[in-house]
């Protein structure tokens, strides 16, 4: 069974940490380019960043460009996001997704929640 | 603001069919992507490409792209379709993805 599973979600106050984690099992995880997509609470879905099969090719949206760093280990099968300066806008749910290059995100995991609050 | 345009809301009676549009410039040169979400649950992909449905997604479901505008079409609503639906395509860049804003179906 293809199955994306997202932990590492917490409580941070503004300015601090967090590295978010994604096991993914059931596919060839190095097929894929990967994603965090969030999703503040009572709001859209926001694609945040993507790294590719190698990790060679990495895009941060600008909102969190400087703070946010996407990256992956295809040995163990994770991917992960590095949040650093967290800020009290950057609280929500933080999907993983996956894709073929040219096509749709075709599997979500069920997503973490970050709080970020003093 | 997000680069692709959806109305916040649509409703629809029981049975009958609903358009759910998504404009950019993105479809003038992209075909758009559809995801329903279902409250506290992940998205799920409902069509793809010129017209595509995954593998479980009813074939009351439909898509089109037109000039700049995406459109989910739903033929025969039923009560469980009633969900918010992103569209999703690539930003004006070309090099990068973005969601719409997100539309509210209310079924009746």
């Known amino acids: 069974q293809e199955q994306l599973v997202e932990s590492g979600g917490a409580l941070v106050k503004p300015g601090g940490s967090l590295r978010l984690s994604c096991a993914a099992s059931?596919?060839?995880?190095?097929?894929?380019?990967l994603s965090w997509i969030r999703q503040a609470p009572g709001k859209g879905l926001e694609w945040v960043s993507h790294?590719?099969?190698?990790?060679?090719?990495?895009y941060h949206v600008d909102s969190v460009s400087g703070r946010f760093t996407i990256f992956r280990d295809n040995a163990k099968n994770s991917l992960y996001l590095q949040m650093n300066s967290l800020r009290v806008e950057d609280t929500a749910v933080y999907y993983c997704?996956?894709?073929?290059?040219?096509?749709?995100?075709?599997?979500w995991g069920q997503g973490t929640l970050v709080t970020v609050s003093s | 603001s997000s680069e692709l345009t959806q109305d916040p809301a649509v409703s629809v009676a029981l049975g009958q069919t609903v358009r759910i549009t998504c404009q950019g410039d993105?479809?003038?040169?992209?075909?758009g992507t559809w995801y329903q979400q279902r409250p506290g649950q992940a998205p799920i992909l409902v069509m793809y490409?010129?017209?595509n449905r995954p593998s479980g997604i009813p074939d009351r479901f439909s898509g089109s792209t037109s000039g700049d505008t995406a459109s989910l079409t739903i033929t025969g609503t039923q009560a469980e379709d009633e969900a918010d639906y992103y569209c999703?395509?690539?930003?004006?860049?070309?090099?990068?993805?973005?969601f719409g804003g997100g539309t509210k179906l209310t079924v009746l």
């Open positions: 997704a996956r894709y073929a290059r040219w096509e749709p995100v075709d599997l």
């Open positions: 059931g596919f060839i995880f190095s097929d894929f380019y």
């Open positions: 790294i590719s099969t190698t990790g060679e090719n990495i």
């Open positions: 993105s479809f003038r040169h992209y075909y």
């Open positions: 490409g010129k017209n």
């Open positions: 999703n395509s690539r930003d004006t860049s070309g090099h990068h993805r973005v």
